[in-house]
DNA sequence: CTGATTGCAAATGCTTTGCACGCCA
DNA sequence: TGGCGTGCAAAGCATTTGCAATCAG
């Protein structure tokens, strides 16, 4: 599965005149190892943590070429810094919702949606390219029982949830 | 209808125990005289195109005020930038559309989509709290008579379209 | 070989903040 | 009068860029 990613970046590189790099390629393999969204920086940390090595400048680079090669897109999850999504080769057109109470962000697929968008966009005089809906929602359990387990799982990861 | 927000603000502003200034005045009604969104940059230019005075500090700080009184919200066109849109008082749960070849912005609101969107949050265990679309499209003009008036004005008027 | 790539540090650009002075209530 | 508010400049932060050394093809 990575590995098709890491080839298809590879055939980007090459139809692009560029060159193929031990950089680029550690953190490619990073990025598609799991379906967690991140900031370049989280990136930078996690790749650090690995044998890998590469710097945060060519961390932000490679970032770049994989926005450009369509393998990568940058979401906005609400947060300050810019946050990328592995996820939309697998599911190319889901949306996220972003719990308030705990940062969970779900992600999900829905036809319904997706149609209604292109009536209105063409109702409008516009030809539809790319859609995108973001909903903030509320832990429906923490309502009902007081608790919700993924606001304590946050608490204890000692993720911080920045809000703009 | 402006004098009416500068009165809602007044009213926040007492609330908290803040104070009432001439240059927290100035802002909200240069904001609230147009329906356009803006930047914090923009802002602080047209303020002082006018006969008002109040520095850049003073600009983000109102601005940041105006969101937390409710009057003001932030969204994302996908500029740079952080946006501010003054519309939703008029109109609460409008999303926006964006034309990839002239960055004309239309605003529009859709009662099936807002409905989707509740039923979809609750189909996923949460509580619906607040939902944003965001649409890329283009000119149907444009690729069909192979002109648009608004790229010709946005050309025109240098206006810059920044994209991430 | 030759030009792309990397790493470093410096530069950017938007936004926030510390502080002294001024002004509203 | 007591603070809150303002303006200025400095600080913060994520991201980008210039440049010399290094490396891929």
Redesign the interface.
């Known amino acids: 599965m990575e590995e098709s990613i890491l080839e298809r970046f590879n055939a980007f590189v090459k139809r692009r005149s560029l060159r193929r790099t031990s950089q680029r390629d550690s953190i490619v393999r990073s990025i598609f190892a799991k379906d967690e969204h991140f900031t370049a920086e989280e990136l930078f940390d996690r790749i650090h943590r690995t044998d890998s090595r590469a710097s945060r400048a060519t961390v932000y680079r490679t970032i770049s070429l994989l926005v450009e090669a369509g393998l990568l897109r940058?979401i906005?999850l609400g947060s300050e810094e810019?946050t990328y999504d592995p996820n939309f080769l697998d599911k190319p057109s889901h949306n996220h919702?972003v719990?308030?109470d705990c940062g969970k962000v779900?992600e999900?697929e829905?036809a319904?949606?997706d149609l209604?968008?292109d009536c209105?966009?063409?109702r409008?005089?516009?030809?539809?390219?790319?859609?995108?809906?973001?909903?903030?929602?509320?832990?429906?359990?923490l309502?009902l029982k007081g608790m919700c387990p993924n606001l304590l799982a946050t608490r204890l990861s000692g993720k911080r949830i920045k809000k703009?």
């Open positions: 940058e906005d810019k919702l719990c308030v779900v999900f829905d319904h949606i209604l968008n209105i966009t063409r409008l005089g516009y030809r539809p390219i790319r859609q995108s809906i973001h909903i903030e929602a509320g832990c429906e359990q309502r703009r």
